[in-house]
């Protein structure tokens, strides 16, 4: 749990991998406990956040200026939603996170990691927690899937964003990103097998919650998504 004892959650992978499916019904269980839960998503989560997702997913700019809006909208998100929500005590489920950022801006555009490094430590820095806190789920699920197979998942999707429309080389770029935060932070990192049939990506979910304590094992049971 977090330092304001709440849990944070966040989940991750490229697009087509199916993971808010599986929000959703993570949500539903933990309700079914009694707790509250709160369900955002990034970029976005916040009326001035919902904006600047719009630019960043539409509009043509240049490496930096797309990182300084995307942690320009993590930033309203930490101070308006997941902090307060975090400091009441409830479970926020956040559909991709800071990890988002080092893959798709740092592995599929090949933006400077090191820049990437110094937003993340500065942005999402909360002094009122102490003077090296900075915001960080406590657990993150990467949905791990194939690009080829997840180009295919999309092909039948909305009109794409800017992202969406990339190639398979991009997501291949993207995964790789993923994978190098899974290496650098092993603790909070669990790799599900995306490609597996629904039932079975809910049972790797539900069973890392269960083993953590924060689901009961009959909850978990009936509570996945439709």
């Known amino acids: 749990m977090t330092a304001r004892g709440g849990i944070f959650i966040s989940f991750e992978g490229i697009d087509g991998a199916g993971k808010s499916t599986h929000i959703e ?14 369900l955002t998503r990034e970029p976005g989560g916040t009326p001035l956040a919902e ?3 719009t630019l960043v997913l539409n509009d043509a700019m240049d490496g930096m200026t797309e990182a300084l809006l995307v942690f320009a909208a993590r930033r309203d998100h ?6 307060p929500a975090l400091a009441r005590g409830e479970v926020v489920l956040c559909d991709r996170f800071t990890d988002s950022t ?7 555009q090949g933006f400077d ?5 110094f937003l993340e430590q500065t942005v999402q820095k909360d002094q009122g927690l102490g003077p090296d806190y900075v915001h960080q789920p406590d657990l993150t699920f990467w949905f791990d899937l194939a690009p080829e197979v ?8 909305r009109a794409p964003d800017k992202f969406e429309a ?15 935060r899974a290496a650098q932070f092993p603790q909070r990192f669990v790799r599900v097998d995306a490609a597996l049939e629904r039932h079975k990506v809910w049972q790797q979910i539900t069973s890392v919650m269960v083993r953590r304590g924060w689901l009961a094992i009959m909850v978990a049971s009936q509570s996945g998504p439709a």
């Open 113 to 117: 990691a090191g820049v990437l490094s």
């Open 150 to 157: 997840a180009a295919q998942r999309l092909s039948t999707a």
């Open 78 to 83: 930490l101070k308006q939603v997941i902090g």
């Open 25 to 38: 019904g993570l949500a539903n269980a933990f309700r079914a406990q009694g707790r509250v839960v709160t």
């Open 102 to 108: 080092f893959a798709y801006q740092g592995g599929g």
């Open 51 to 53: 904006k600047l997702r």
């Open 166 to 180: 990339q190639d398979t080389a991009f997501f291949t770029r993207v995964a790789a990103g993923y994978a190098q």
